[in-house]
Nanobody, 128 residues
Framework: QLQLVESGGGLVQPGGSLTLSCAAS????????IGWFRQAPGKEREGVSCIGSKSGTTNYADSVKGRFTISRGNAENTVYLQMSSLLPEDTAVYYC?????????????????????WGQGTQVTVSS
């Protein structure tokens, strides 16, 4: 089955930048819609950003729009989440998720229930 591994998390100061990676094995991510989700302590899992398998269409949560950018690697089986202007409220465990794209050119959705393959998460802490 598809395996996803997140990396790149860590401690960063407010206003700083961090790039997360979601590396896949087993299948090419080109055939999957990929989403980034996060969960802070005591909070529900929320969608951050997603990218369509073929269309390249992206969606962003209002809270990160203009600050985060999701992208696919040129050749490697990896999806990235570039984060800038980080805020303390961005602190959370970040997960990448994937779902096979029934319609390759359809837009992705930021609902956890729409994704069926998940990584283990990587901790992002924004603090001075």
């Amino acid at each position: 089955q598809l395996q996803l591994v997140e990396s790149g998390g860590g401690l960063v100061q407010p206003g700083g930048s961090l790039t997360l990676s979601c590396a896949a094995s087993g299948f090419s991510l080109d055939y999957y819609n990929i989403g980034w989700f996060r969960q802070a302590p005591g909070k529900e899992r929320e969608g951050v950003s997603c990218i369509g398998s073929k269309s390249g269409t992206t969606n962003y949560a209002d809270s990160v729009k203009g600050r985060f950018t999701i992208s696919r690697g040129n050749a490697e089986n990896t999806v990235y989440l570039q984060m800038s202007s980080l805020l303390p409220e961005d602190t959370a465990v970040y997960y990448c998720a994937a779902v096979f794209a029934i319609s390759p050119f359809s837009a992705c959705v930021l609902y956890p229930s729409a994704f069926d393959s998940w990584g283990q998460g990587t901790q992002v802490t924004v603090s001075s």
